[in-house]
T-cell receptor, first 113, second 115 residues
Framework: DTEVTQTPKHLVMGMTNKKSLKCEQH?????MYWYKQKAKKPPELMFV???????INESVPSRFSPECPNSSLLNLHLHALQPEDSALYLC????????????FGSGTRLTVV | AQKVTQAQTEISVVEKEDVTLDCVYE???????LFWYKQPPSGELVFLIR??????QNEISGRYSWNFQKSTSSFNFTITASQVVDSAVYFC????????????FGTGTRLKVLA
């Protein structure tokens, strides 16, 4: 299995809702990432988990809460989002941090209304 | 400062034409890694190539080739005999040994290959 699977593919949520994005990989990768991508922009790093521990938080607002329950799974919990948070949320994984290539999922297209 | 510049925002070519996507990078580190990723309309970024700073050999993979030149801080990507399936956004990225190995992405080049 050489894929990163993200669910759901599309999500529409209100500003008072609580929802979660899910990411799964079974490649034995030890680093997992959340990126946010706005239209016509490059991906922006949000969080990095290395060996199931949060190693990088790019000063992301607390309305985004990451979780890594095990080495294969990464969640992003969303609460009280703003319309400007609407974006493509990409999950990625790599063997470890650093210079390796990433395997990306196809993303969750989030719309906040 | 570390930076990746992809000056070409959008390129349109007719199928079977060759096209080169430019990437210029800035870093003071002596050890660094350069990448190209392809993002088709489906959304996922697909890894194409990684080069480290000590390996200036050019690489060819099928219709794809890469020209790494440290003297000009460039890592350009050429598609030969382009096809409609090559239509995508292409990102060049840099990571270095200083700090936390985070990717620094260029702004991307949107390639449209017309039939």
């Amino acid at each position: 299995d050489t894929e990163v699977t993200q669910t759901p593919k599309h999500l529409v949520m209100g500003m008072t809702n609580k929802k979660s994005l899910k990411c799964e990989q079974h490649m034995g990768h030890r680093a997992m990432y959340w990126y946010k991508q706005k239209a016509k922009k490059p991906p922006e790093l949000m969080f990095v988990y290395s060996y199931e521990k949060l190693s990088i938080n790019e000063s992301v607002p607390s309305r985004f809460s990451p979780e890594c329950p095990n080495s294969s799974l990464l969640n992003l919990h969303l609460h009280a989002l703003q319309p400007e948070d609407s974006a493509l949320y990409l999950c990625a994984s790599s063997q470890g941090e650093g210079w390796e290539s990433y395997t990306f999922g196809s993303g969750t297209r989030l719309t906040v209304v | 400062a570390q930076k990746v510049t992809q000056a070409q925002t959008e390129i349109s070519v007719v199928e079977k034409e060759d096209v080169t996507l430019d990437c210029v990078y800035e870093t003071r580190d002596t050890t660094y890694y350069l990448f190209w990723y392809k993002q088709p309309p489906s959304g996922e970024l697909v890894f194409l190539i990684r080069r480290n700073s000590f390996d200036e050999q050019n690489e060819i993979s099928g219709r794809y080739s890469w020209n790494f030149q440290k003297s000009t801080s460039s890592f350009n990507f050429t598609i030969t005999a382009s096809q409609v399936v090559d239509s995508a956004v292409y990102f060049c990225a840099l990571t270095t040994t200083s700090g936390t190995y985070k990717y620094i992405f260029g702004t991307g080049t949107r390639l449209k290959v017309l039939a």
